[in-house]
């Protein structure tokens, strides 16, 4: 029980709470710039010789090939369900003919980059965050240094180079699985031909729509890579750390993409 | 077991380390560090843990940097290098892990290899097969080349770690504690490999440990870590074999374990 002696004073808690504070934010400052400093490092050393071919391609086949059956099931679901749920909004206007054209503009603009990062962050991201942040803690990192080989480049930079490389294709891959799943639904329902929703499916895209997912795409798979090569890269305090690593890259790379999502559909929307 | 007799050339100082402070945060762990190690050198670095040993040759190999003083091997200051000839520097020194920092993903046979093909850039397969096979036989594990790190035990984990540093031919051997953790026996025989490679390899070795058995079979030198300054530095009998209060229970306590 508190007595009045050990009992502090609102004065010293307030002081308390303020360093606390100018800690956090210290922190985060630090951490900004840390993060940045990263980037700078990749760019500096992913375009320079040596180059990790052999790596990369090891690194594409680890986040792409191994993502494809994760995202066909997500991707057939989603244009499956998507369409499902839209008719009833649409039938009530007896405009059920507009299905192929709505379920393009929301699969091609939104859901096909945006659920490929989020699915993405959480198998390959949390994947790198965790397998960088357990070679950290168990000095295979400071062995490779050691031993003459750059870790960054080897490690780091093959993995955001990949994810930059696959995700725009698991988007792509996702948005053709996604029509697939769409045109089953709108099948089994109006009876519509393949021929015909194609058709109408294409009809209200633009080549804006197919360049700023594409770019969404790669810039959502460079954020996962970098997030997660960060968490991992400098992982402390042992397992826990390990944990922490591949939560934090889960986490924050979610976070980024929504905030870049929102970003690049209002570029986007300036060029409309 | 006491150890052979090894060439030592004492004109010829492949590390000089003078005035070296190295602190985290607040706390001090290197206080003024001077010290030598010679060409064909064994120097054994003893001390309590959290006294800086790892942290002295992690601060050689330029994973770490000092906050205060110079570090010369191999006739290069490491302070005045670039990336690449840090690089260049570290082919030339082997480090040997405490938990031995093997490439989980890889087999043994990768996990040798990796270093070799990463800096021989010309060399061919057949190269590559004979160096991995004969440090292999050097470390007595050759049975070993196609299994995974996982499936060896602490012992084999410490003399694969310990092969891949000398498929590089290094000239200097920096050991971190390389009988912990491991029975008295697997202990015996890590530093009979110690002493292998010194005589085979020609290398200079800084062996940093706190277990007195292998101090006294590998060290030519020993030097005595304590407070982040050296205490005390001689034979194994010289240092051992002292009154200072601050150096006596260290010894009294490692024979009573």
């Known amino acids: ?272 | 077991m006491e150890k052979g007799k090894a060439t030592i050339d004492y004109k010829n100082a492949v590390i000089k380390i003078h005035g070296l402070e190295k602190a985290f945060d607040d706390y001090e762990v290197l206080r003024g560090i001077d010290l030598e190690l010679f060409q064909g050198e064994n120097l054994v670095v003893l001390g309590r843990s959290g006294t800086g040993k790892s942290v002295l040759i992690k601060i050689i190999s330029g994973l770490l940097t000092p906050d205060k003083g110079s570090v010369e091997v191999l006739g290069e200051d490491i302070s005045k290098l670039n990336d690449r000839q840090l690089q260049a520097l570290r082919i030339r020194i082997g480090f040997s892990f405490q938990n031995s920092a093997l490439y989980d993903s890889m087999t043994v046979r990768k996990n040798l290899e990796f270093p070799l093909v990463r800096n021989r850039k010309n060399i061919t397969r057949k190269e590559i097969d004979t160096n991995v096979e004969s440090v292999l036989e050097a470390v007595g594990l050759s049975q070993t080349i196609n299994q995974m790190p996982s499936e060896l035990s602490g012992g084999q984990r410490k003399r694969i770690g310990i092969a891949r540093t000398l498929i590089l031919n290094p000239e200097i051997m920096l050991y971190d504690e390389p009988t912990a953790g491991l029975d008295p026996i697997t202990c015996i025989e890590i530093n009979e490999l110690i002493n292998e490679v010194q005589q085979r390899y020609k290398t200079s070795s800084i062996i940093i440990t706190h277990d007195l058995t292998c101090a006294k079979s590998t060290g030519d030198r020993i030097a005595m870590l304590l407070d982040g300054q050296f205490q005390r530095q001689g034979s194994f009998e010289e240092v051992f074999h002292t009154n200072d209060a601050r150096v006596k229970p260290f010894f009294d306590y490692n024979f009573i374990q």
Do not use: H
């Open chain 1, 1 to 272: 029980m508190d007595t009045i002696e050990s009992t502090p004073l609102p004065q010293s808690r307030l002081r308390r709470r303020g360093s606390k504070l100018k800690k956090s934010f210290t922190d985060f400052f630090l951490s900004l710039y840390n993060i940045n400093k990263f980037i700078f490092r990749f760019f500096r050393e992913a375009f320079m010789p040596p180059y990790e071919f052999k790596e990369i391609v090891r690194q594409c086949y680890e986040a792409g090939v191994r993502s494809f059956s994760l995202i066909a099931l997500t991707g057939f679901i989603v244009g499956l369900i998507f369409t499902k749920q839209s008719r009833p909004s649409l039938s009530v206007f007896g405009a059920e003919s507009w299905l192929p054209g709505l379920v393009s503009i929301a699969i091609m603009r939104a859901l096909a980059p945006l659920v490929t990062a989020l699915i993405t962050s959480g198998k390959v991201g949390s994947g790198i965050g965790a397998e960088l942040g357990s070679m950290r803690v168990t000095e295979q990192i400071d062995a490779m240094e050691v031993s003459g080989t750059n870790p960054f480049k080897f490690l780091v930079c093959t993995r955001v180079l990949a994810t930059t490389i696959t995700i725009p294709i698991l988007a792509t891959f996702f948005g053709v699985v996604a029509v697939i799943g769409g045109f089953l639904n709108v099948y089994v329902n109006e009876g519509t031909s393949w021929r015909t929703f194609i058709q109408q499916f294409f009809e209200p895209l633009t080549f804006t729509d197919f360049s700023a997912s594409l770019i969404k795409s790669i810039v959502f798979g460079f954020t996962i890579g970098i997030v997660g090569c960060y968490q991992g890269y400098y992982s402390t305090k042992g397992t826990e750390g390990v944990g922490k690593a591949a939560n934090g890259a889960v986490v924050t790379a979610m976070f980024l993409v929504f905030i870049e999502e929102i970003v690049i559909v209002q570029i986007t929307s300036w060029f409309r």
